[in-house]
């Protein structure tokens, strides 16, 4: 620590590889914005990479700032160090590596409240990005003092390089225009693009009919598309959306196309409801051009990496687990098992045979006598377990699989209050101060929107999580089958449509 050419060894090594690894950043986040890997860049593990090399570079920024500080020769004071223009060595080469910083960091903070904040707001500072890679060349080439050296010139070109040409392919993406909808009496139309957003999930889209046709018996294929043209932005296998329907009911549908596809979503439903009413509107009265509101989407049953998969998929089951499938690289190593009544009623199962093989296999009562033996299945591999179906389907696979290995997606909520006290609870909102009584008798949710306090919700069982609200203080009685309660405690949220307290006071943040 006494050689005083180490803080200048340090300096160097920090900077050169900050401004490599913030351009790795960049690059990675413009290929997963652009979407040219296309199934292998959608599992959450992409995007936690993309945040994890964003925060490196600072820390490496922070590194080589604090070196400055620290080298003997150079001896930079604070202030110089934070304020632009004020350095006395190469003052505006530094002031440009200051403004990087401060973006840099803007970037991540931003990214740790991105569901907080405005969508065009968190956009807008994200490419601030791009500004910042170019401003640490200038920094590079004109305070730095490699900027000579051959090896430099040769990283300096290599970044810069791909920096261009990759805000090439960002530009040339966002102008592509997808290719006409082929699917029966929709062949030829030309779809507008979804405007999906991730930083809003509540926010409502005016959504087009553009596609519809049937893909199995009672089940009806529709494809939505945003009305005025755009890109769309990027969601997740596991997604759904929650449509508001002109005859006065929301309802809720799992996205089955591939998350890959820049211009448009489909919902595959199953009739299960009469003619004009939720599903038997969507395939009795629904017609191509028909505009719809489009609630998300959201995402409570997200693909998580792992090496390999097992999917469980019971009837109309099948369409969060397709776009899952759709999603994962062709090495990844995974199978289906699709359970169904009878093989006519099984959507995109001939599809799903033809493309994929042996990886897939599909189970219908009608074919065969004995029931599949789900446990079983389970038991004879180590692969995460997704699952969607029927209630008695899921049952068995949560049986059968360990906690840390099951993930499930319900259609209907699980009836957790039978057997549980309802006491009445005092809720305190956070920013609207206002303080609410509820009776034992009465929902929170039903409570806080007689009392005046806005909340979003839409099923009202504790199933679709539209009405999830962040806890600030108080234990929550988590009652939904929204997700696991592990998760929802890490995160902070609860579900009011159904879920109560364990203390006398709940504080949250509305």
Known sequence: ????????????????????????????????????????????????????????????????????????????????????????????????????????????????????????????????????????????????????????????????????????????????????????????????????????????????????????????????????????????????????????????????????????????????????????????AAQLGDELDVIGPRNHFALEAAHDYLFIAGGIGITPIRAMIEALPPTRSWRLLYLGRTRSEMAFARELEQRYGDRVRVIAGDERAQRLDVAAEIAATEAEVYACGSGGLLDDVVAATPVERCHVERFVAIDRAAGTEREPVTVITRRTGVRVDVPAEQSILTALQQAGVPVATSCGTGVCGTCETRVLAGTPQHLDSVMADADKDEIGVFYPCVSRATTPELVLDL
Request: aromatic share 8%.
């Open 1 to 284: 620590m006494n050689d005083p050419h180490l803080w200048w060894y340090v300096t160097r090594a920090s900077a050169v590889l900050a401004w490599v690894i913030m351009t790795v950043a960049v690059l990675w986040g413009i290929l997963l914005s652009t979407r040219v890997f296309r199934g292998a860049d959608n599992p959450a593990w992409l995007q936690d990479l993309h945040r994890y090399l964003g925060g490196t570079a600072l820390v490496l920024t922070l590194i080589h700032m604090v070196s400055l500080v620290l080298d003997p020769w150079l001896a930079m004071p604070i202030d110089q160090l934070l304020i632009p223009l004020t350095a006395e060595y190469r003052p505006l080469p530094v002031a440009l590596g200051i403004v990087a910083f401060y973006v840099l960091a803007a970037v991540q903070l931003t990214s740790l409240v991105k569901n907080r904040l405005p969508r065009r707001l968190w956009k807008a500072v994200h490419y601030l990005s791009y500004v910042a890679v170019l401003a640490v060349a200038v920094h590079g080439a004109y305070a730095g003092t490699d900027a000579g050296a051959a090896w430099y010139q040769a990283v300096a070109t290599v970044v810069v390089t791909a920096t261009v040409l990759a805000l090439i392919v960002r530009l040339v993406m966002a102008r592509r225009r997808p290719a006409p909808v082929e699917s029966g009496a929709a062949a030829g139309v030309v779809p507008s693009l979804l405007e999906a957003n991730p930083g809003n999930p509540l926010a409502v889209t005016r959504m087009r009919i553009v596609g519809k046709h049937p893909v199995a018996d009672g089940v009806v294929r529709i494809r939505l598309a945003r009305l005025h043209g755009g890109t769309i932005e990027p969601w997740y296998a596991g997604a759904h959306i929650t449509l508001r329907l002109p005859v006065g009911v929301e309802r809720q549908y799992s996205l089955c196309s591939d998350p890959a596809d820049r211009g448009h979503v489909d919902i595959a439903v199953l009739r299960a409801e009469p003619a004009g009413i939720g599903s038997g509107y969507l395939h009795e």
